[in-house]
Each structure stands twice: as structure tokens, then as C-alpha cells.
């Protein structure tokens, strides 16, 4: 039987191919749109290296130190991802719009507590974040999820090696060996089992969750810790051309996933096999006695490829902040190729100097080998990136404040032109003609940019999206009268506008709404293709408290959704919607939609030297001749469409700031602040102000 290798150098060469994926990926080019399967690539690396090691201290001392392990880790992990999170949080606040560059400081923060794949995965499934730029350091989730998997399996891992000591306290260390392996294959391979099933249940069932979570990623690491269990202590018994075949069949995997998979490919479900199981055989082979003579072995473990796999972590810490910030710095959705080619080289420098001056120094040098001055990294990497963040987000506030003495739009400053005899109206027009004529960006702006995206109506104890099925009245709560309104995000944003209605008039107020859950017969289709039996649900539990209600009004307001599912279904789907409320209500109306922007005002607002007419946009014509539809379904009724456009643009511009309030949270999400100030020019139009 070979002896194992202690250094294997195809190993550096495997972690230049996955790196080099993900840069590929995140760069742009589409021959590698797969290229995303890098990160499950690393994920095995890092199980077959660290549960390997742990292995080998198991066998060897019939222990695991916990200590020791957490300060190997530390010395290699936290100074670099510490300095990169420095220098993007004071980047990220220099370059982006202020509003996105408060964003990136909260990233930064969680990323530093090795929590970044729980904060993406609540913003990726925030339906009033989604169509947001990704942020410069949404790749820390992965690194979150292998810091987190670290902390359960060594515990594991030191809980088999004492247990094994205490069944067997003067086994040979051969029998020792077979019995750790044995327990560690159950307890490793139940763990990966069940990590996979879920993998595979949740990603059909939320995608997004899916992608960022630790539970479901957990197997990737496992079977790399699988397979350096099997080959612990031995070489697998294959010849060269064996060897030579089994790395180029894991070769392939991988390449085929890269080529193949595209970001409609629903990972880290069953299909992330191919990829990993890729890996995880090139790992093996790799270790057979007979791979350092095999052309891939030494293809892979050629100097340019053992630089680039040394370079790799900090290869993977810098590519993707520097890539999103030169995007923004030159307002290019998809770099161009010069200054795509000026990002890249900017990667490799920094990634050098990083590995060089600060990795090598931490992991190698005596000063920072006692394990207690190893462990303080974590509190001393928490403190750093904290106080960076709290000095970034005060120079924000301070950049704001500078708007504070720019005075509010007022009709009266534009009494000569002809404007409408509606004060509403009328103000929309002030403010467009501020907005072309350059106006500065008011101070004291109605929400403050710096929280204009956190301005999201209440829903108090009922966020259907919990699966609770409370009633909460708003509004008037003892009033004899009720209204019900109902629908997706789009009634939520108008919830505001309605439960000021209720309060001024006298009506209790009932929000039924559902993100991304339209009040159509119609059901809509996950992004998996599935249909979303959650969204089902809850519209017939909605008709059920409509039909006890029996409220003197019920409201519909609903987005305006493109995808070719919802575009054949939503108006149908909408009329049968309206029909089957008519009999269950004194009377149904429906309010229609904001304007959909091509950008959110808060970003445009909060980026530097901006007046209000570099921020005067128009909406996108599809939206509003779908909206049209909605009123001809509503009218053709006998039902009442509140027709909303009037007072958001005028002119064909729509201002982002009217008067001194920003309408939109984002590009089509009212703010609660200017619902609430359109709640009488609502009660108005449904005529409920009598």
C-alpha cells in the first residue's frame, strides 16, 4: 500500500482552475456562464484539506484540539478578507450613490461576523430589494458558509476521535485507524445524506435561500471531507492510465457544468453534483501513487497554475469588488473591454501584494504563531471593520447634510406657469419644472436618503408571508365600517395611503397582501417553474376573510408583471378576480401602480453633483400600457380605476423628488411617507370623503 503525499501540488492547480471560473464568470464571459461552479469546486477543496487534517491529528493524538484549530484557521482566513473589507466598505462609500454605499457598510459589517450568506439571503428574497446591483461583497457569503460549517464539524469530528479512544484504549494504531475511518464515514455521510436532500428540497422551493445557505451547501464540503477519509493513510490502488482517466473524467465534469450551466440553472440542488462529484474524483485520483506521472497531475501542478491556486483566496476576496466598483466608477453595466482588461490586471496586483505582504506574514510568521495572539484575530478583524464602517457611514451623513439649506419645491415658486387647479397635480408639475430647470436636491427630504429604501408600509403582526393568519384592523380598528384592500406589493405600498384613510374617515382597514402574489385567479409560476401553492393559499384564505367580512369596500392593487407566464394570464385572470369579489363586498375598485423607473431616486438623489433634472426619468412604456388594460378590465366592470399616474409624473417626466418627498422607496415602490400624503386625493377618487 503507497503512503500518502504531504504536498500535493495538483491541489494549488485545482484551486487556479476554480478561481479562474469565478473570475470568468463575474467578468462577463458568456462561453463560462457556468463558471459559478468555482465556488463548489473550493467548497470540496476545503472539505477534503481541512477534514483531511483534522483526520490526521485524530489518528495521530487520538484528540482534536478545537483551540489550535481555530487559530489556524484564523491566521489563514481573517486577515486578508479583514483588508478587503476595509478598503471596499471605504471604496464602496467614495464611488456608489450614498444610499448604495450605506448598504455596502451594513454588508461589510455582517461579512465580518462571517454571517454575509445570512444577510444576502435575507436581501435576495426581500421582494422590495430584488433588480438591486449585486454588493461588492456578496461573494463573502460564500466564506460565511465554510466558517460556519467549521464550527459544527470539528466538534463532530473530536466527539468520533474521543469516543473511538474511550471503545478502544489500547487498540493498535492500524485497528485505531479503521475504526475512526469507519465512524467518521457514518457520521460525515449522514451528515452530507441529509445536507443533499434538503439541498435538493429547498432549491426547487426557494432558490434564492437555497444558494446563500449553509444547511444546503454543507454536502459540498462533506464529500470533499468523504473522500479524504477514504484515502487517509493510503493511495487508492490505480495505475497511471487509470489515474490519467479518472482526473480526466473530473475534469470533464467540471468543464461540462462550466459550459453548460447558466444563472436559470437551479444550484446547489442535485445538479451541483456534477461539478463537486468532478472534484472530489480529480482529489482522489490525485492521490493515487501513480498521479504525479500523469500529463493532467503535472499539467495542473505547473508553476503558472501553483502561483495562481497560492494566490487563489486573495484572487477570490479582490475579483469581485473591484469588478462592481469599476462597473459603477464607469456606469457600465458589462465592463468594456479596455477597462475590463484594467480591472483584471488590478486583481492580479492587489491579490499579489495581499498574498504577499499580508496572508504569508499572518500564516508563517513567529509573531502571530502562539494560539492566543491567532484567536485575538477575530475581536481585533470585528473592531476594524466596525470602526471602519461607523467613520464611512458618518462621511455619508456628512455628504447628505451638505443638501440640508436647498430649499423645498413649492407651487408658489412657479405661479406664472400654467399649472393644474389640483394642489396634488399641481405640485407633480412644480416639480417637474424644477427638476428641468435644475433645481438643486432639497434639504429635509421626506424619507432622509439615507433610510429611503426602509420605507416600507407596516403589516404589523400580519406578514402573510409567515404563514400567520391573524387579522389586524387598521385604521379606525372599532369603526362599523371596513375596507379591505388586496393584491401583491403593490397593495402593500398603498396599505399606507388606505389605513390613513381609514383613520381620517372612520373605516377599519384590512391589508391582505402577498409579495409577488397578484389578486388574480391565475396562480403565478415559481422561478423554478413550479406552481407556488404558498401564493395559492394564501388568495383562498384571502376570499375567505373577504366573504366573513363583507367589507363596504375592497380594494385590488396589483404590480404589473411581464414574464410571458403572467402576461397571457394576469388581465383574465384579474377580471375573474374582480367578478368573484363583486358579491362579497358593498362595492370593489382598483387602484392602479405607480410608475416603474428605469433607476431607484434614492441612488440617483445620493450620487455626488447631481441636480434634480439629472434625476427627472421616464416610465417604461410597457408597464403603463399593461396598466391600461387593467383599466379597461376595471371599466368595462362597472367598477372604479383610480388612475395614479397624475401623481407621480406630469409632462411626461417623473420628478424624484415632489415637493420635498421621495416618492419612490425604489423604481416602483411607493415610500410610506408619500402614500400617506396621497391618502386624501385617494379618498377623493373612490369617494369616500362624504
Known sequence: MGEPRSFRSDIQGLRALAVGLVILAHAGFRTASGGFVGVDVFFVISGFLIIGLLL???????????????????????????????VTAVAAAWIL??????????????????????????VETDYFSQGEPPSPVQHYWSLSVEEQFYIVIPLVLLAIAL???????????????????????????????????????????????????????????????????????RAPRLGRWATEAALAVGLALIAWATFRFDEQTAIPGSLALVPVLGAALMLGAGSSAAAPSTYLYRLFSLRPARVVGDWSYSLYLWHFPVFRLCQEYWDEPRLSRPHLLFALVLVFVLSAATYHLVE??????????????????????????VVTAVGAHAWVDGQLAALEDNPDISVSDYAGDDLSNDPTVALVQASVLAAERGRPVPGGLEPALGSVRESVAPLGDCDYRTGTTELCPFGDPDAQ????????????????????????????????????????????????????????????????????LHPDLVLVANNAYRSPFMKANQVPGLKAQLELLAPLAGRVAMIGNSPKLPRAPGTCLSSRGVDLGDCLQRAEAPDERIQGEFRDTVESLDMTFVDVQRWFCAAGGCPAVIGKIVPLRDREHVTVEYARALADPIATALGLTR
Open 360 to 385: 504569508q506574514p499572518f500564516r508563517k510568521g513567529v509573531r502571530w504563531r502562539p494560539r492566543a495572539r491567532a484567536i485575538a484575530l477575530y475581536p481585533a478583524s470585528l473592531a476594524l471593520v
Open 481 to 548: 365600517r371596513s375596507i379591505v384592500i388586496m393584491g401583491d406589493s403593490h397593495a402593500r405600498h398603498w396599505s399606507a395611503a388606505v389605513s390613513e384613510i381609514g383613520e381620517r374617515y372612520g373605516y377599519a382597514v384590512y391589508v391582505f397582501v402577498y409579495s409577488g402574489c397578484p389578486a388574480i385567479t391565475a396562480t403565478r409560476a415559481t422561478d423554478s417553474g413550479r406552481e407556488w401553492s404558498e401564493c395559492a393559499d394564501f388568495k383562498a384564505w384571502a376570499m375567505d376573510q373577504v366573504r366573513e
Open 97 to 122: 450613490p450614498l444610499v448604495r454605499g450605506v448598504e455596502v457598510i451594513k454588508d461589510s459589517v455582517w461579512a465580518a461576523f462571517f454571517a454575509a450568506n445570512i444577510r444576502f439571503s435575507l
Open 163 to 233: 469516543l473511538v479512544r474511550r471503545r478502544a484504549p489500547s487498540a493498535e494504531a492500524q485497528e485505531r485507524q479503521r475504526a475512526l475511518r469507519s465512524a467518521v464515514l457514518i457520521a460525515l455521510g449522514a451528515i452530507t445524506l441529509a445536507s443533499l436532500a434538503w439541498s435538493i428540497h429547498v432549491t426547487v422551493t426557494s432558490p434564492t435561500g437555497a444558494y446563500f445557505s449553509t444547511a444546503a451547501r454543507a454536502w459540498e464540503l462533506g464529500i470533499g471531507g468523504l473522500a479524504a477519509t477514504l484515502v487517509w493513510g
Open 56 to 86: 490526521r491529528e485524530a489518528g495521530e493524538t487520538r484528540r482534536i484540539s478545537i483551540l489550535d484549530f481555530y487559530a489556524r484557521r484564523a491566521r489563514r482566513v481573517i486577515p486578508a478578507a479583514t483588508v478587503v473589507l476595509v
